[in-house]
């Protein structure tokens, strides 16, 4: 298995309320509905770039011919007025667009980058707002502008669905993780311009005071640990022992540990984390060598998680599919690339393993730190 989170190059949340303000350096990115005044409803979207360059590079020199997905995660800073089911769409944008330097409110208004009704800066390159061309489409109420987007591709032979939609209740995960594989496949087939994902409730510019889910996520500019990103993942997945004598583990009572972790990693570090295991009571034989000198292979069924020490968030949880352990001849190992992880945190490494009907989780002090570098 193989995960691998790029950040984004640029982000900025547009306001119909205040159509000409950037918020190109906030630290918040929202999607709303809000009621202002007399009868008057308003909308906030937000777009996410990230570098057309580093997402071929992870396909083409990471990921190659494995099977693979890719998520655009952000993470909940504040969530108000969510109704039972709230929705969120997520298309990729047409038309280029300029980050600028403004905060939301700022005074005086910073107008030097993208708006509800700019591209870039004010008066310069309006949103399209009529003659869009196939498959494009824009949404406003009296508030013209708001962002141009894709919503079909057939007319150029991709007719999968290009969007992204994540239903929000009571009880659900308040992050948002939208598959956007089909998004990126058409930007590295070129079919479209890599401008960029829009995000925008699927309801909007709805005059209902009961009604005003407010929704935001954490930016690229943000002062936490939980920057958007976008996640790659894909199945490396590769049992090849070769001419090794070592058998699989055949005891519930086990002593598992990691070897190949020196503690401390670079963020551009990859490294091969090799588990050691071994019965915790081996049998009772004659032999001159050390029984404890003998590794043991895993179960198929073995997977393995990272969590932040300190909060104690899965940054990478339990997958069946993404986080199987592979073995060589050596024993069981998994690759980890440090990119994805926050520097100047611990982390822990959690090993999951199914045998004999039972499920057991490991996580005897795993510890490693990714330090700035």
Same mark, same amino acid.
């Given at each position: 298995m193989a995960f691998y989170r790029l950040f984004p190059t640029q982000d900025a949340t547009l306001y119909s309320e205040y159509p000409t303000q950037n918020t190109g350096l906030d630290e918040i990115l929202e999607a709303s509905l809000k009621v202002s005044g007399l009868e008057d409803a308003q909308a906030s979207r937000f777009l996410i770039q990230f570098s057309t360059d580093e997402i071929n590079e992870v396909l083409t020199n990471k990921i190659g011919t494995s099977s693979w997905d890719s998520y655009l995660k952000c993470f909940i800073a504040n969530i108000e007025g969510l109704n039972l089911s709230t929705t969120l769409e997520l298309y990729p944008v047409y038309g280029s667009w300029n980050m600028g330097t403004g905060r939301y409110l700022d005074s005086p208004r910073v107008t030097n980058g993208v708006s509800w009704q700019y591209r870039s800066f004010e008066g310069s390159n309006a949103w399209l707002t009529s003659s869009f061309p196939t498959g494009v489409t824009a949404s406003y109420s009296s508030s013209v502008g708001g962002g141009t987007w894709y919503y079909n591709l057939s007319s150029s032979g991709f007719t999968a669905s290009i969007s992204a939609s994540q239903l929000f209740n009571y009880a659900s995960d308040k992050d948002l993780s939208m598959n956007v594989k089909n998004i990126i496949t058409v930007? #590295?087939? #070129?079919?479209?311009?890599?401008?960029?994902?829009?995000?925008?409730?699927?309801?909007?510019?709805?005059?209902?005071?009961?009604?005003?889910?407010?929704?935001?996520?954490? #930016?690229?500019?943000?002062?936490?640990?939980?920057?958007?990103?976008?996640?790659?993942?894909?199945?490396?997945?590769?049992?090849?022992t070769g001419s090794s004598t070592n058998t699989f583990i055949n005891t519930q009572e086990i002593t598992v540990n990691i070897a190949e972790n020196p503690g401390v990693f670079y963020p551009s570090s990859v490294n091969k984390?090799?588990?050691?295991?071994?019965?915790?009571?081996?049998?009772?034989?004659?032999?001159?060598?050390?029984?404890?000198?003998?590794?043991?292979?895993?179960?198929?069924?073995?997977?393995?998680?990272?969590?932040d020490l300190y909060t104690n968030e899965y940054i990478i949880d339990f997958d069946d599919q993404y986080t199987q352990?592979?073995?060589?001849?050596?024993?069981?190992?998994?690759?980890?690339?440090?990119?994805?992880?926050?520097?100047?945190?611990?982390?822990?490494?959690?090993?999951?393993?199914?045998?004999?009907?039972?499920?057991?989780?490991?996580?005897?002090?795993?510890?490693?730190?990714v330090v700035n570098g």
């Open positions: 930007w #590295s087939q #070129s079919l479209i311009n890599n401008n960029g994902f829009i995000c925008k409730q699927q309801t909007e510019f709805i005059y209902d005071v009961d009604i005003q889910p407010e929704i935001k996520y954490f #930016s690229v500019d943000t002062h936490t640990i939980y920057p958007p990103c976008l996640e790659f993942r894909w199945r490396d997945y590769n049992f090849n984390f090799r588990i050691n295991c071994r019965p915790t009571y081996p049998p009772r034989v004659f032999q001159t060598a050390s029984l404890y000198l003998t590794n043991y292979y895993l179960p198929t069924a073995s997977y393995y998680a990272i969590k352990l592979s073995a060589d001849e050596y024993g069981s190992y998994f690759t980890l690339y440090m990119n994805g992880l926050q520097p100047e945190r611990y982390y822990e490494i959690l090993i999951k393993t199914m045998f004999g009907g039972a499920t057991q989780i490991f996580e005897d002090n795993y510890y490693f730190k």
